[in-house]
């Protein structure tokens, strides 16, 4: 395994992994998968992006974006951690958020948070709290999809 900064010959594979995450569940809220394209244009505003690299291939994608888009939040970030669905389970998830975590610390970012969608595993919720983040709340069927309402759960650490 390798993780590595992301290439713009990675974002065809990342739009693939993401596109099964928006087409077969819960874990975004997006309803409509994002083009390469897209990516491109979004890859710019993450920092840091990161990719699993497992056999040659991308195995999966880690990035923090920013929290919210008024300039006050501009030291918390918005971590989003995506494998490819044959992939789970070889801590792929881990060497991601620890990479993620790491290159954080190059930045002026202070605060990481997690939005995860309560979809009835708490794979994702244990894999942040492995990593020092701590609940800071829940937000009540505020996504609606695949005909059911969906709470988040919000996890967050600091990073100094």
Not at 10 to 18: E, G, K, S, T
Not at 39 to 66: C, H, I, M, Q, T
Not at 69 to 74: D, I, L, N, Q, S
Not at 144 to 158: C, E, N, S, V, Y
Request: hydrophobic fraction near 45%; proline fraction near 5%; charge should be negative.
């Amino acid at each position: 395994m390798v993780i590595r900064p992301a290439e713009p010959a990675d974002l065809a594979a990342v739009a693939a992994i993401y596109a099964h995450y928006v087409r077969e569940t819960v874990a975004t809220f997006d309803e409509t998968p994002r083009t390469e394209a897209d990516w491109r244009a979004k890859a710019a505003n993450l920092a840091p992006f990161l990719v699993a690299e497992l056999d040659g291939e991308v195995a999966g994608y880690a990035y923090v974006s920013a929290y919210r888009p008024k300039p006050a939040y501009r030291h918390t970030g918005e971590d989003s951690i995506y494998l490819a669905p044959d992939r789970t389970g070889l801590g792929l998830g881990g060497a991601l958020l620890e990479a993620l975590l790491t290159a954080c610390q190059k930045t002026e970012l202070r605060q990481l948070v997690a939005v995860i969608a309560d979809t009835g595993s708490d794979a994702s919720v244990a894999l942040h709290r492995r990593y020092g983040f701590e609940p800071a709340g829940r937000l009540k069927n505020v996504g609606f999809k695949h005909g059911r309402w969906i709470d988040t759960i919000l996890l967050q650490r600091a990073l100094d």
